[in-house]
């Protein structure tokens, strides 16, 4: 009988032991659906929204795409992504082609409002016959991009105008003191010459008035023919270069050819494309970069 009562009494001091651990889970927030639901197309775009939206009230971000899928580029897109769109206000994109998927997402959402964050843009490179969309690389173009969107955001959701205007007022002034950094610590690197082989630095590279000897790769270098990396290291000894840039995440198998052949270095940059999601892994990511390019010996 003792035994009984004992065994009753477990159980019931697990049952409620159950609950207690139960009634105390956190409970996943379901927005309610009034809520101005912001979707962007991938990471720069969303890291540039998510410092916009800060305090603003009963407002959804939802990036479409993972964070580290690199560059559109070499996206397709893909149903799960396609579903997140369903209830959005808006969809923010880089824009210049770069989302080549819009007229799908059109095709299924053909209410869905479109934010084209390069609208403004006014220093567009054409390269090989079409325009180079990376143009976030750029902190001009850059601040151009976040106030598109944030008029954008305070026209659609009105609510939060005022939110809106000084996040991206904040913003822009932290971005402008990095830009003063660029305009003023590297001076030395105009007119030098250099060898990019990742599409995504043109913006940034020109922005301090390198002379780039561009190289198509998308995104991915070691595609380069032997043909090309001929000429390549033709050109660097004729004009004496002796800088050659790469992204990070780059194979630099190539680079290191060109640098064997030419006693050129390679410098490692930041494309800013995927990374941390916080507010600000731009800026944080355009620091180390800047760190990088005061690297260069232009003695
Ligand atoms: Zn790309």
């Known amino acids: ?18 609950i207690v651990i139960l009634s105390h889970q956190p409970k996943t927030l379901k927005q309610p659906s009034s809520n101005f639901k912001i979707v962007t197309s991938f990471y720069p775009i969303y890291i540039m929204t998510s410092n916009l939206v800060q305090d603003a009230q009963s407002v959804e971000l939802v990036n479409m795409t993972e964070t580290n899928i690199g560059c559109l580029h070499d996206y397709t897109l893909m149903a799960a992504d396609m579903r997140k769109i369903e209830n959005a206000n808006v969809f923010v994109q880089n824009g210049l082609g770069l989302e080549s998927f819009m007229q799908e997402i059109l095709s299924s959402y053909p209410n869905l409002r479109v934010t084209d964050t390069s609208v403004n843009i006014t220093n567009k490179m054409e390269e090989n016959g079409h325009v180079n969309a990376h143009i976030w690389t750029s902190i001009p ?5 976040i106030n598109e969107i944030a008029k954008k955001l305070s026209e659609y959701n009105p609510e939060n105008a005022e939110i809106y205007s000084k996040n ?3 913003y822009t002034a932290k971005l402008e003191e990095l830009n003063q950094k660029y ?19 043109t913006y940034l590279l020109k ?7 561009n190289v198509e790769t998308d995104h991915e270098e070691s595609t380069l023919s032997a043909d090309t990396l001929k000429n390549i290291i033709h050109q660097m000894k004729e004009e004496n270069i002796q800088v050659i840039f790469v992204a990070e995440e780059d194979n630099q198998q190539n680079a290191n050819t060109l640098a064997n052949e030419t006693g050129a270095k390679i410098y490692s940059l930041n494309t800013a494309m995927t990374g941390e999601l916080e507010p600000d892994a731009y800026i944080k990511a355009m620091e180390e970069n800047l760190e990088v390019l005061k690297q260069i010996n232009t003695n």
Do not use: R
């Open 207 to 213: 922005d301090i008035g390198l002379e780039l000897i």
């Open 183 to 201: 305009q003023t610590e590297l001076t030395n690197l105009t007119g030098q010459k250099a060898v990019c082989l990742n599409e995504a630095f």
């Open 1 to 18: 009988m003792k035994k009984i009562i004992l065994m009753i009494l477990i159980i019931l001091l697990i049952a409620i032991a159950v």
């Open 141 to 145: 173009n850059y601040i151009s991009q």
């Open 168 to 170: 991206v007022q904040d």
